[in-house]
């Protein structure tokens, strides 16, 4: 059996009738764990667009309680958008209702000109700067330990306390991102990013790693698939990635999963060969359950 773990999104992006068809939440969730995928996944969409997106935490509670085995993961969740007392008191709820599955991707809000930033009161340049302040006291806030959350902050202790959950830091193979996941977190969850930038940021790692003297983290690496079932074309999905990501335009061809078993057996097996240890797929809008499938069907072929 291959070592290589398995996790696909949720479909929380999608149109009304399309997450109907599936059955909601809790009959997406049941359908992971019936493939035998290591993980579910919901990011955190927060974004003021207007566009159909549920939110994550509620997401991952539904799952939790529809499944027993699979790991509940936030591929991302933007932590400067909210207070770290809030985050905290949800997240070891979270850990208390699903019997500690949480997985917890971290991202610092790659979107800075988004409504949300100005709606919720904060700079969205402080984004940064939040991420790591709120880093820096959330293990201790989720385990029940007294804990001052700023300077002029009283000391607080949450209850009951919880299992603090992995952390991964989402983001490039920037020095910020590959500083942050040494200063506060398990894995790098490097997303949408051609193959060559996960090969460059792992080498970064293992580099500052021993420089440190710390553990390399570990690797978690995200992308989309656009599968049969799909609804959209593969190069709708390509020029997403150019638009909204800046990827190369001749970068982004390559990144969408596509193909057959045989095509997705490849991919994954050179996202393991490249340093993952987990790879988390986000399905295209459309059949979801048939996509699903199809991941399934592709990783079994890696055993």
Known sequence: MTALKLGV???????????????GIGAAARHVERLGLESAWAADMVLGSGNHALDAPIVLAAAAAATERIRLGFGTYTLALRPAAASAAMLASLQ????D??????????FPSAPIWPAVGIPATERGRRTNAILEVLPDLIAGKPTRIGPDSPEMTLAPASTVPT???????????????LAYADEWFPSSMP?????RGAAKLREMSAEQGRPMPLITVGG?????????????MTDRLVQAYGIAPDEAPKIPLTGGPAQIADRLAAFAEAGAHRVVMGLASGDWLRQ????????????
């Open 195 to 199: 193959l060559s930038t996960v090969i």
């Open 9 to 23: 999104s949720l479909p929380i992006i999608t149109k009304p009738e399309d997450l109907a068809r599936v059955g």
């Open 96 to 99: 208390q209702v699903s019997g």
């Open 292 to 303: 699903a499938e199809q991941l399934a069907e592709g990783y079994a072929l890696l055993s």
């Open 224 to 236: 989309p698939a656009v599968l049969a079932g799909a609804d959209i074309p593969v190069e709708a």
């Open 167 to 181: 952390i991964l830091i989402g983001g490039t193979d920037a020095a910020p991102t590959l500083r942050r996941t």
């Open 101 to 110: 599955r949480i997985l917890l991707g971290v991202g610092s809000g790659g």
